[in-house]
């Protein structure tokens, strides 16, 4: 079954302070991996996409990665902002259906 | 903003009734996707329309239907509605396959009660 888990569930840090984000996937084969930011009670905005041969991708303060041996992807975030406080969740485009699947996704709280 | 719209932006309605949803895709989309996203589930795939004709299915209850008009705009429609189907239903498009960039509206919030 494809399945796509988020690491932490939740993730408190001060402005300023880096962190990172994880994901775990049993997703395959899939075309791109895909980070999303989702303020609450809004629509998601994609942060990165990344195909299944890259190894990273950068978009500003947010850089994504993908090892596709231990099958994990992560978003790290540099020099937080108050602005950051959303959800994030990583999302595959691929499986058998050809559909995006969703992780639960990690709710990022920064803190000044 | 995304460019897609979606109206209405709040529903309340009570178990048993049926609702209309609509969506608007960015200029020259020809794709439309609807998602659901309730507190325990997720994100969740519900189907794709593209240029008006059904493209996939998700995990579409038969209870709901969707269909894309010829100027592409789409309508989502739940019926015989359940306590379980308070969420926020989000429509997306994107240029041409799914494969592609998509561009998530603002979401309509539907509370059943």
């Known amino acids: 079954k494809n399945q796509v888990e988020q690491s932490p569930q939740s993730l408190i840090i001060l402005e300023g302070k880096n962190c990172t984000l994880q994901c775990n996937y049993t997703v395959s084969p899939f075309s791109n991996l895909r980070w999303y930011k989702q303020d609450t009670g809004r629509g998601p905005v994609s942060l990165t996409i990344?195909?299944?041969?890259?190894n990273t991708k950068s978009n500003g303060r947010y850089t994504a990665t993908l090892d596709a041996d231990t099958k994990q992807s992560s978003l790290h975030i540099t020099a937080s902002q108050l602005s950051d406080s959303a959800s994030y969740i990583c999302a595959f485009y691929g499986g058998a259906t050809n559909k995006l699947i969703f992780g639960t996704g990690t709710l990022l709280a920064v803190q000044p | 903003d995304s460019g897609v719209t979606q109206t209405p932006k709040h529903l309340i309605t009570a178990t048993g009734q049926r609702v209309t949803l609509r969506c608007s895709p960015r200029s020259g989309d020809l794709s439309v996707y609807w998602y659901q996203q309730s507190l325990d589930q997720g994100l969740q795939f519900l189907i794709q329309y593209y240029n008006g004709e059904e493209r996939a299915k998700g995990n579409i209850l038969e209870r709901f239907s969707a269909q894309q008009f010829p100027d592409l705009h789409s309508e989502l429609n739940l019926s015989s509605l359940e306590l379980g189907d308070s969420a926020l239903y989000f429509c997306?498009?994107?240029?041409?396959?799914?494969?592609?960039?998509?561009?998530f509206g603002p979401g309509t919030r539907l509370t059943v009660t």
């Open positions: 990344m195909t299944f041969s890259e």
């Open positions: 997306a498009s994107s240029g041409s396959g799914g494969v592609y960039e998509q561009y």
